[in-house]
């Protein structure tokens, strides 16, 4: 993982591998580009063969400050400056807006920042902050992206469910008339505040919906299937993933008051999908982790699919 995170800047504690520099408090937009180590440009320059002989229809994605090339495009992709990912976030949430995380990875292929929005919820009697995420290419392989994800406070558990009710995303692609599009995806702050109502509805939903501890270890099972014809090592393995998630469930102290509904299942599955130390953590465990934040987290959503059917 250390060698996907190219920069890093956060607040509070350290993520992911402790890389980054850490401040005492959310900086600016003009404070946060400098300590992501993201105030650099992409030039768009030509591409030649060996013989000299210039290739119609590419170009590549050039950074100023090293020449190095972080991609090959198309002549119809257009480049989303860094500086215009931050002032897009600054008109869109408003003068004053703190910046939590910010960062580059795959030696500045992909650039993300986060900002936590200024309404925090009390939904249930517990606090659900949301922030927006915006990430970047600068390869050529992914679109832009706008994406709110809820943070349970006591935890630090996502809640971005999969809700059929309102979205929790935006995104558009590197073609066409991009100053138009990001004026459109001003959209995206309302989206934010109907995707919460919407989840404050489910959560009480799903607190009102009472599950068994039968249930909670079948929709473990489930969750966790274990592969026909498994090893005697993959079975132990599997079992050892699905007692960590039950221990999620039944005895984390900040459920204990919440009661045996749908709703601490749904915790309980978040705090292992995010929290929970893989068997085997691969290079890009943390960056993948992170991905899902914008994508949404299979195991998350395949939970609260469970406890919907039921």
């Given at each position: 993982?250390?060698?996907?995170?190219?920069?890093?800047?956060?607040?509070?504690?350290?993520?992911?591998?402790?890389?980054?520099?850490?401040?005492?408090?959310?900086?600016?937009?003009?404070?946060?580009?400098?300590?992501?180590?993201?105030?650099?440009?992409?030039?768009?320059?030509?591409?030649?063969?060996?013989?000299g002989r210039k290739i119609p229809g590419y170009k590549a994605n050039v950074r100023d400050t090293d020449r190095r090339v972080l991609?090959?495009?198309?002549?119809?992709?257009?480049?989303?400056?860094?500086?215009?990912?931050?002032?897009?976030?600054?008109?869109?949430?408003?003068?004053?807006?703190?910046?939590?995380?910010?960062?580059?990875?795959?030696?500045?292929?992909?650039?993300?920042?986060?900002?936590?929005?200024?309404?925090?919820?009390?939904?249930?009697?517990?606090?659900?902050?949301?922030?927006?995420?915006?990430?970047?290419?600068?390869?050529?392989?992914?679109?832009?992206?706008?994406?709110?994800?809820?943070?349970?406070?006591?935890?630090?558990?996502?809640?971005?469910?999969?809700?059929?009710?309102?979205?929790?995303?935006?995104?558009?692609?590197?073609?066409?008339?991009?100053?138009?599009?990001?004026?459109?995806?001003?959209?995206?702050?309302?989206?934010?505040?109907?995707?919460?109502?919407?989840?404050?509805?489910?959560?009480?939903?799903?607190?009102?919906?009472?599950?068994?501890?039968?249930?909670?270890?079948?929709?473990?099972?489930?969750?966790?299937?274990?592969?026909?014809?498994?090893?005697?090592?993959?079975?132990?393995?599997?079992?050892?993933?699905?007692?960590?998630?039950?221990?999620?469930?039944?005895?984390?102290?900040?459920?204990?008051?919440?009661?045996?509904?749908?709703?601490?299942?749904?915790?309980?599955?978040?705090?292992?999908?995010?929290?929970?130390?893989?068997?085997?953590?691969?290079?890009?465990?943390?960056?993948?982790?992170?991905?899902?934040?914008?994508?949404?987290?299979?195991?998350?959503?395949?939970?609260?699919?469970?406890?919907?059917?039921?």
């Amino acid at each position: 993982m250390a060698a996907n995170v190219e920069t890093m800047f956060y607040t509070r504690e350290k993520p992911w591998h402790g890389l980054g520099t850490g401040v005492a408090k959310a900086p600016s937009s003009a404070d946060a580009l400098r300590l992501a180590g993201l105030d650099w440009k992409v030039m768009q320059e030509p591409i030649y063969t060996d013989a000299g002989r210039k290739i119609p229809g590419y170009k590549a994605n050039v950074r100023d400050t090293d020449r190095r090339v972080l991609g090959v495009v198309t002549d119809r992709y257009k480049v989303i400056q860094n500086r215009e990912a931050f002032d897009f976030t600054d008109a869109l949430l408003g003068s004053g807006v703190r910046y939590e995380t910010a960062g580059a990875l795959q030696e500045g292929r992909k650039v993300w920042l986060l900002a936590r929005l200024p309404h925090e919820y009390i939904i249930s009697g517990e606090r659900i902050s949301p922030y927006l995420v915006f990430s970047n290419t600068h390869d050529g392989s992914g679109a832009v992206r706008v994406a709110v994800t809820p943070i349970r406070v006591v935890c630090n558990n996502t809640l971005n469910l999969a809700l059929r009710t309102a979205k929790r995303g935006w995104s558009m692609v590197h073609t066409g008339d991009i100053r138009g599009k990001m004026q459109e995806a001003e959209d995206a702050l309302f989206m934010a505040e109907k995707y919460m109502d919407s989840l404050g509805k489910e959560i009480e939903r799903l607190r009102r919906k009472k599950i068994s501890d039968r249930q909670v270890r079948e929709y473990i099972e489930l969750l966790l299937p274990a592969e026909k014809g498994a090893t005697e090592v993959q079975t132990k393995n599997i079992n050892k993933l699905r007692e960590d998630m039950g221990k999620r469930y039944f005895d984390a102290p900040d459920l204990k008051d919440v009661g045996n509904n749908a709703y601490r299942f749904i915790n309980a599955v978040s705090d292992f999908a995010t929290h929970a130390e893989p068997l085997r953590r691969t290079a890009n465990y943390k960056e993948n982790l992170f991905i899902r934040t914008m994508d949404g987290n299979p195991v998350i959503d395949r939970a609260y699919q469970l406890v919907e059917a039921a």
